[in-house]
């Protein structure tokens, strides 16, 4: 599956529940797929989307908070894994598009092959990790995870492709902040 079909494929999925995306191509594919006032696309600081849906977690424990991650905005922040599984917000989805690389700098290769984040995240205590290589096993396991008590920790291993003719996010830092806030506490 490629990165760029497996951001589509969360987003399709999506009814009114807020999402926080990673820094990087993952937010701009997210923001191409379906901007919607319920995404926040987190500018720069890399690593942080998962401690911003923590927090929007707990904020919010009516609403289940889906984060799109990286697998180097993961590995920068092992940290965050403990923490959300400590504070275990039974709201929260975080979903790890895993290509291998840090694509939106230039493909250098993270340590994802080496480290298997899934199980960091499960022996962290999340309720729910898995692994999804297919197209159709991520829909079904994201479907599952919106429908289940969480923590819920999805690693999806993707081939590094995402188009670099993609558009960035044409909204201010300001204006994300302001719709993302207005959207998530409706
Ligand atoms: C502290 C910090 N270091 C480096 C960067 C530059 N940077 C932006 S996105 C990114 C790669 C993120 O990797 P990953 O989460 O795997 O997402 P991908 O680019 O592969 O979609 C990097 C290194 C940054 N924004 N902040
Ligand atoms: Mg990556």
Same mark, same amino acid.
């Given at each position: 599956?490629?990165?760029?079909?497996?951001?589509?494929?969360?987003? =399709?999925? !999506?009814?009114?529940?807020?999402?926080?995306?990673? &820094?990087?191509?993952?937010?701009?594919? =997210? *923001?191409?797929?379906?901007?919607?006032?319920?995404? *926040?696309?987190?500018?720069?600081?890399?690593? !942080?989307?998962?401690?911003?849906?923590?927090?929007?977690?707990?904020?919010?424990?009516?609403?289940?908070?889906?984060?799109?991650?990286?697998?180097? &905005?993961?590995?920068? @922040?092992?940290?965050? !894994?403990?923490?959300?599984? =400590?504070?275990?917000?039974?709201?929260?989805?975080?979903?790890?598009?895993?290509?291998?690389?840090?694509?939106?700098?230039? #493909?250098?290769?993270?340590?994802?092959?080496?480290?298997?984040?899934?199980?960091?995240?499960?022996?962290?205590?999340?309720? #729910?990790?898995?692994?999804?290589?297919?197209?159709?096993? !991520? %829909?079904? =396991?994201?479907?599952? @995870?919106?429908?289940?008590?969480?923590?819920?920790?999805?690693?999806? %291993?993707?081939?590094? &492709?995402?188009?670099?003719?993609?558009?960035?996010?044409?909204?201010?830092?300001?204006?994300?902040?302001?719709? *993302?806030?207005?959207?998530?506490?409706?």
């Amino acid at each position: 599956m490629k990165g760029s079909e497996a951001v589509a494929a969360v987003m =399709a999925e !999506l009814d009114d529940e807020p999402v926080v995306n990673a &820094n990087g191509f993952i937010g701009r594919e =997210a *923001f191409t797929a379906r901007d919607r006032e319920a995404n *926040f696309y987190m500018i720069g600081s890399m690593g !942080l989307a998962s401690s911003m849906g923590l927090g929007v977690a707990l904020a919010q424990p009516g609403k289940k908070i889906v984060v799109l991650d990286g697998d180097g &905005n993961v590995l920068m @922040a092992m940290g965050t !894994l403990a923490m959300i599984a =400590a504070a275990a917000p039974k709201n929260l989805v975080h979903v790890t598009i895993d290509n291998g690389v840090y694509e939106s700098t230039g #493909n250098q290769k993270t340590l994802s092959s080496q480290i298997e984040l899934e199980k960091v995240a499960k022996s962290s205590g999340y309720k #729910n990790s898995l692994v999804v290589t297919e197209l159709d096993e !991520l %829909k079904k =396991a994201f479907r599952t @995870a919106l429908d289940s008590d969480g923590p819920s920790f999805i690693l999806v %291993k993707v081939e590094p &492709n995402f188009d670099h003719n993609t558009g960035r996010v044409t909204h201010t830092p300001e204006e994300i902040k302001r719709r *993302f806030m207005t959207a998530a506490s409706r």
